[in-house]
């Protein structure tokens, strides 16, 4: 069982994300990350480019493509932060799809 305090820092991590092929429809899902995706960290709106987000060359190799994956955009030092850009693949409308958001 999880502690009280780590399962609401779980709903701060979480995000909905449209898991859809289509642009017709939505198919929403809500996500957290606990493996190698919770290492990156919100880019947008930074002057700096992404480092990490869709490749979509590359993508098409890889079974879920950049719906379940991410690449590594430019060449990464060892020891830099890994940043995204959020709004690539987080649904701003998710929560309240979910009733999750007041009115």
Do not use: K
């Amino acid at each position: 069982m999880l502690d009280g305090d780590f399962a609401c820092d779980v709903m701060q991590w979480a995000y909905v994300q449209d898991v859809s092929d289509s642009e017709e429809y939505e198919e929403l899902r809500i996500s957290v990350d606990l493996d190698e995706g919770c290492f990156c960290n919100n880019g947008e709106g930074s002057d700096e480019p992404g480092s990490v987000g869709c490749d979509e060359d590359e993508a098409v190799n890889f079974d879920g493509g950049c719906t379940s994956n991410y690449f590594a955009l430019r060449d990464i030092e060892a020891g830099e932060e890994l940043i995204c850009n959020y709004g690539e693949f987080v649904v701003l409308h998710g929560w309240r799809e979910f009733g999750l958001v007041d009115e």
